[in-house]
């Protein structure tokens, strides 16, 4: 038994060294493969630069975006000053033309302001936001009256690209709000005809395309009228909060139905929603000159409901 063992034990040991011989051996003889050198390269010049890449901020990347005057991609980051509202929100109004106190070096004078627009200016300058001290302010509202920039409208102000760059604090625009209502004229009306570049102010406007609007940047204000009132008005008499309100009319309107130039598409697309019982939309075709020539098969009925 024990001679078994030790044939068995001679017998595994000449194994393990025949194959340690010989394993050895083919290992050695392998012939290792060199190493490439032309391995591809994922990684160009522009990704070694790395000191670049951190000055090259956001904010300095988007402000190379600006090509001459061109301020359609204007945002807050790159055509607003934020270090001025650090401190607190406060609004300065430009000093009127009766005013001897001007921020004017040789300013053209004045014309005078819409009744809207001195609503408009009053109830900022009786708001807890006004400041009279330019220094202090956040945004910057121009005495010069921009509501209706319809040349054949008597509220139209003349000039206004003279009198902004002579303002000391104009800054090209730069945290001025600009209030505009009506822009272009007949017949085409385009939005972007304000008479003036504004620069890189924002645009507080009614009847802003999608095209035209930047978000975030400007901002979109309904239309009202010249005669809307400065403050709320009489005290009301509301003795609950039910939703949806108890009225009679979900929607009101009696106005001009353009049949041609801007604001024809979205006002025609609207007359399905008139059903003369919670919804009535009275519109007339009479705009302009040559509406006549340009009325559609709706018109005469829409203007004799309109009459009525």
Request: with cysteine.
């Amino acid at each position: 038994m024990q001679a078994k063992k030790r044939y068995l034990l001679v017998l595994l040991s000449c194994a393990f060294l025949a194959y340690c011989y010989f394993g050895g051996y083919r290992l050695k003889s392998k012939t290792v493969a060199p190493v490439s050198h032309g391995l591809p390269h994922f990684l160009d010049v522009s990704d070694q630069l790395y000191d670049s890449d951190v000055d090259s901020s956001p904010h300095i990347r988007r402000m190379g975006e600006f090509q001459g005057d061109n301020y359609s991609k204007c945002r807050m980051e790159t055509c607003f000053d934020l270090e001025r509202c650090r401190a607190d929100f406060k609004v300065y109004v430009y000093p009127s033309a009766s005013d001897s106190d001007s921020e004017v070096d040789g300013e053209l004078p004045n014309p005078p302001q819409s009744p809207a627009y001195q609503k408009l200016l009053n109830v900022i300058i009786e708001s807890r936001y006004y400041t009279s001290d330019p220094g202090q302010a956040c945004l910057f509202v121009l005495a010069i009256d921009t509501l209706d920039r319809d040349s054949l409208s008597p509220d139209y102000v003349r000039n206004v690209q003279a009198r902004v760059q002579r303002l000391r604090l104009w800054n090209n625009g730069r945290n001025h709000v600009i209030f505009n209502l009506y822009s272009g004229t007949w017949p085409d009306y385009l939005e972007e005809s304000l008479g003036f570049n504004p620069g890189m102010a924002i645009l507080a406007k009614a009847s802003m395309s999608v095209a035209s609007f930047r978000p975030g940047f400007d901002i979109s204000i309904p239309l009202f009228h010249k005669n809307h009132p400065e403050k709320g008005g009489d005290p009301g008499f509301v003795s609950s909060n039910n939703f949806p309100a108890a009225k009679k009319y979900l929607l009101a309107f009696k106005g001009k139905r353009y049949v041609h130039g801007i604001g024809s598409e979205t006002r025609n697309s609207l007359y399905h929603l008139h059903n003369e019982r919670d919804m009535v939309l009275v519109t007339t075709c009479r705009h302009g000159k040559s509406w006549k020539d340009l009325k559609d098969e709706r018109c005469d009925e829409d203007n004799a409901e309109y009459d009525r």
